[in-house]
C-alpha cells in the first residue's frame, strides 16, 4: 500500500514512520511513506503557502495553488490516486474506515492543513474524501495523518507479526477488547485471574468472552446495541446485567 504525507512539517511523518512496526513494515514493503514539502511547490520565492483569510477573521488560510501543483505534478492521473484531506469536518474516522482504506487499490494522498484552514477550493475540487479523527481541534494535520497509516498498516497482511493480533482487538470484533495479563501473577497483593493460569482453554475463551461483553457493556454500550450476539453471549450479557 502506498502512502503519500502532503505537509509544511515532514519531520514529524518522518520521526514516527522511522520507527517500531511501521519501520519494519516499510523495510518488508508492505508499504511505502512519501513524505512531500508542501513548500516545494509554492510558487513564490519566499515559499509561502498560506495568506490572509478574505472577509477578514483571525489565522491564516493555506493557499490553494501549492496543493493543486503537487497533484498534477505527482498523481496526475485521478483514478490513480484518492486524495484525502485531514479536516475535523470530515467524516469520524472508525475501524471501519480504516478498513475500508486498507482495501484501497489507489495510492493514498494525505493532506495536512494547518493554520486556520485549507482554502476551501481543494475541499470542493481537489480531495476526493475529509477525514477526521475525532471531535477535537489538532494544531494540523499530520498527526491524524499517521493516526490513519498505522491503524491501516496494521489491517494489511504481513505488517502484524502474528495475524490475529489484529482481528482480536478492540473494534475489530464488535467488541472492547478482554483485560490482558503477564508474568507475574501475583504483583504487590495485586493477583491475575486464577482462570488465565488453569490451562483451560475453553474457559479461557469464555472468561475473555464475559469480560470484552462487560466491559463494552459498562463503557461502550453503543457498540453491544451494533452486536448480533450469539445465544450463548445473550446468557453471558444476561449474567453480567445482574451481577452490575
Ligand atoms: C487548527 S486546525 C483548523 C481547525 C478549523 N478552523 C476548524 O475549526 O474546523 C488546522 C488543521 O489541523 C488539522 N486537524 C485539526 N484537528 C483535526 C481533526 N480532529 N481531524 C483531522 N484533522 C484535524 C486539519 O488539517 C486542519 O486544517
Known amino acids: 500500500m502506498k502512502f503519500n504525507v502532503v505537509t509544511i512539517f515532514p519531520e514529524i511523518v518522518h520521526a514516527y514512520v522511522g520507527m517500531s512496526i511501521l519501520k519494519r513494515a516499510v523495510e518488508k514493503n508492505l508499504i511505502t511513506v512519501d513524505i512531500h514539502n508542501l513548500r516545494d511547490y509554492a510558487e513564490d520565492k519566499h515559499k509561502m503557502v498560506d495568506d490572509y483569510p478574505y472577509g477578514g477573521g483571525s489565522g491564516m488560510v493555506m493557499k490553494p495553488e501549492p496543493f493543486f501543483r503537487i497533484a498534477e505534478s505527482i498523481w496526475p492521473q485521478k483514478n490513480k490516486r484518492k486524495i484525502i484531506a485531514l479536516s475535523p469536518k470530515g467524516r469520524l474516522f472508525t475501524q471501519e474506515l480504516a478498513s475500508e482504506i486498507s482495501r484501497e487499490s489507489r495510492d493514498i494522498v494525505l493532506l495536512c492543513g494547518r493554520y486556520e484552514a485549507i482554502d476551501e477550493r481543494v475541499m470542493q475540487h481537489l480531495a476526493d474524501d475529509e477525514i477526521s479523527i475525532g471531535d477535537y481541534i489538532l494544531t494540523g494535520g499530520e498527526l491524524p495523518a499517521l493516526v490513519i497509516i498505522d491503524a491501516v498498516s496494521r489491517l494489511l497482511t504481513g505488517v502484524l507479526g502474528d495475524s490475529h493480533s489484529a ?7 464488535g467488541l472492547l477488547d478482554y483485560p490482558h495479563y503477564t508474568r507475574p501473577d501475583e504483583y504487590d497483593g495485586m493477583a491475575v485471574p486464577r482462570v488465565l493460569l488453569s490451562g483451560n482453554h475453553n474457559e ?20 453491544l446495541r451494533k452486536y448480533s450476539l450469539t445465544q450463548d453471549e445473550q446468557r453471558l450479557l444476561n449474567d453480567i446485567k445482574e451481577e452490575l
Open 167 to 173: 482481528k482480536e482487538e478492540s473494534f475489530s470484533w
Open 204 to 223: 479461557i475463551t469464555l472468561w475473555r468472552k464475559k469480560q470484552a461483553l462487560k466491559i463494552t457493556q459498562k463503557r461502550r454500550p453503543d457498540l
